[in-house]
């Protein structure tokens, strides 16, 4: 016969003294303070979040929680570090020993423990999304599939179906059914190509970004001491934006939370705006039936937006069925109603949002605290082109991100091939910037190379100094005529950085990179060669916060990989933000613009096919309303060009705006000025 021996905590609580009551409002309070057990904590927009989960730490660890058995996760580096900051700042010191980071970072750490337990080794290399599709098309390529005859999926296609079937937990053939049904033919083949994907990833030492989640998963659920072990560790499990996580994560935080079930998830059913990437909102609405006995919190005080902004956000939100009812009230004093503007044209729309941003400018609101925003990125065509013919300045979060830019990608493959020799992926790209080398040649090298590094790690008696370039040095003979000096030049390059004094260095590494000839290939092969020469410049500053390269590289590529942290603009000129409403989440400006509110355009189209669907745009909506603090114009055109030159078409009003009560806005008629009156 067994029974439970309850062990008390041999760490003495830590007196912060703060007083709770003083310090949060009702509702937070009621939420930090919660007595042990589930608890969901539905988080209004604007409602203090960060501060409530901060504040649960301190109130954790004056019970006499330690910190190393709290673990709180959230879903971007600035969320993570932005609450690591905030803790810190509550208690006066740092807390090395909170397990405080992204669902992706943990992740990381864990597996970097453990990766011996699931076949690899503690130096595998985290791959970006670009390097994901690089190894697809290499297994693509040595698969019997003639794509040439098959309307087969290209490698990026493959990327998306691999990783949706592996955040939503479901297999291959069951995405392809929902998603692509028009590869529902391929389905055998395609499967196959998801077992060569993670055979060849395995056999490299390189896992993907949804890697750090589905192994972590792996890692527990088939080794039951480790599951045992972080189950017992993590006393209390706080999560952020719970309302964005996926099927993968939820389970994750089930199983970690299954002993103690101290699990506190904090969100905003009211924002879940991630389905097309795999979200469940299934997750949040039936946190209370899969953890019996949960209470629930609500935070509905608003501290960001005036009370007239509050009164359209909440009508915005209220056909929707399927949520947890609350009601947003305002902390702050009463400001101008919303504006409506109807307008003829998209153009017409444009320079009244153009001339409107002009006189705000003129009354005192800085440019770069107002933004436009918009449901897709081509409804902000024609106000790109007014805001460039009157000379305003603005910036776009959209296009390629930063670290995923070729010149950066080109740059830190060589820390990555120095920091793991097995880095196919790294070492491919290497070679194919040298003169005359294609994916071909450069299989054929890495096949050399590889095998001389094999070959060379297994003996016990293989000099430590430069083993990369030593192993380069071997074949040099092979390598075509066209690329001998060059290849010369990039071994040279390797042996220098192998180098003690260099190698744990990546600020350093990468200026010796851009120094030992990448600026001539820059020179070579972009027109705006200064630009990215700067950007390499801010890298290598970037990388300077960092011990070592592996922790630089491991920080690269979840930065590389997180999605939709829209960026604050590079440098302090002052103006205004053009974003979609995705990558506007978690921001908030004093004036908000949001455009193209038509029918078909906002809600889309093919939202409109299911409940599901409408209702996501309808939340979408609610996310844009809730970033304005001061002042909100919604605005549509009754006429828009329709595609392939087939003339105008009148535009329907869209459906949400019916829904917001008339009073609690104001409509601007525009009317043109005439030089005569």
């Not at 028009?182 to 993670?198: C, G, K, T, V």
């Not at 066209?482 to 010369?488: T, V």
Request: net charge negative; aromatic share 8%.
């Amino acid at each position: 016969m067994s029974r439970e021996y309850v062990l008390q905590p041999f760490n003495p609580p830590v007196h912060l003294h703060i007083d709770y009551a003083k310090e949060l409002n009702e509702q937070q309070h009621a939420a930090v303070t919660a007595p042990p057990g589930p608890s969901l904590v539905i988080a209004g927009a604007g409602s203090g979040k960060t501060r409530t989960l901060t504040y649960r730490v301190g109130f954790l660890l004056e019970q006499g929680i330690p910190a190393d058995r709290i673990l709180l996760l959230t879903f971007t580096n600035k969320a993570a570090k932005e609450m690591m900051r905030r803790v810190s700042d509550l208690l006066g010191q740092d807390l090395p020993s909170l397990w405080g980071g992204t669902f992706h970072g943990i992740g990381n750490r864990i597996l970097r423990a453990h990766a011996d337990r699931l076949g690899y080794q503690r130096d595998f290399t985290i791959m970006d999304r670009e390097d994901a599709k690089d190894l697809i098309d290499a297994c693509l390529g040595q698969s019997e599939i003639d794509i040439k005859a098959t309307r087969f999926p290209k490698a990026e296609v493959l990327a998306d179906i691999f990783s949706l079937a592996v955040n939503t937990r479901q297999t291959v053939p069951e995405i392809l059914a929902k998603e692509y049904d028009y590869f529902e033919s391929l389905a055998p083949q395609i499967a196959d190509m998801q077992e060569r994907y993670a055979a060849r990833k395995r056999a490299t030492n390189a896992v993907d970004f949804d890697d750090l989640l589905h192994l972590w998963l792996k890692l527990l659920l088939d080794n039951p001491d480790l599951c045992e072990y972080y189950q017992r560790r993590f006393q209390f499990i706080l999560v952020d934006e719970y309302q964005d996580t996926n099927h993968l994560q939820s389970e994750l935080i089930d199983l970690l939370a299954a002993k103690h079930r101290n699990v506190m998830v904090v969100g905003d059913d009211a924002q879940s705006i991630y389905a097309w990437r795999g979200a469940n909102f299934q997750n949040i609405l039936k946190f209370p039936e899969r953890y019996a006995g949960s209470k629930i919190y609500k935070i509905e005080t608003n501290y960001r937006s005036t009370p007239e902004v509050l009164d359209v956000a909440n009508a915005a939100i209220a056909a929707n069925v399927r949520q947890f009812r609350k009601n947003l009230t305002p902390a702050r004093k009463s400001g101008m109603k919303p504006v409506l503007v109807p307008c003829v044209t998209a153009a017409e729309q444009a320079a009244f949002v153009a001339q409107r941003i002009l006189e705000l400018r003129e009354e005192g609101v800085e440019m770069n605290q107002m933004a436009v925003l918009y449901r897709s990125h081509f409804h902000a065509l024609e106000l790109q082109l007014e805001l460039t013919r009157r000379n305003i300045p603005f910036s776009i979060t959209s296009g390629i991100r930063f670290f995923e830019q070729a010149h950066i990608k080109d740059v830190t493959a060589y820390l990555k091939l120095v920091a793991n020799p097995r880095d196919e992926l790294a070492f491919k790209r290497l070679v194919q910037l040298l003169p005359g080398i294609g994916a071909k040649g450069a299989e054929k090298l890495w096949e050399k190379f590889s095998s001389e590094v094999k070959a060379r790690s297994s003996q016990p008696d293989a000099p430590t100094a430069a083993p990369l370039a030593t192993a380069m040095q071997t074949f040099a003979a092979a390598i075509p005529k066209k690329a001998a000096i060059s290849w010369a030049q990039f071994t040279a390059t390797i042996s220098q950085l192998e180098a003690a004094p260099v190698r744990g260095n990546p600020s350093r590494m990468i200026r010796l990179v851009v120094e030992a000839g990448y600026e001539d290939h820059l020179q070579e092969n972009y027109a705006n060669y200064r630009n990215r020469l700067d950007d390499l410049e801010q890298l290598s500053i970037f990388a300077q916060q960092f011990p070592n390269t592996e922790d630089f590289l491991a920080q690269l590529a979840l930065l590389t990989n997180l999605e939709a942290e829209a960026e604050e603009p590079t440098n302090d000129k002052e103006q205004i933000r053009l974003s979609t409403i995705h990558q506007a989440k978690g921001l908030e400006f004093d004036v908000v613009f949001l455009i193209m509110l038509c029918e078909g355009l906002f809600p889309s189209a093919r939202s409109l096919e299911s409940v599901d669907g409408e209702e996501e745009e309808r939340r979408l909506l609610y996310v844009a309303i809730t970033r304005a603090r001061n002042e909100l114009y919604l605005s549509y055109p009754l006429i828009r060009m329709m595609p392939g030159g087939s003339g105008d078409a009148m535009q329907q009003p869209s459906r949400f705006l019916s829904e917001i009560p008339r009073e609690l806005l104001d409509e601007w008629n525009l009317k043109p000025s005439h030089p005569y009156g």
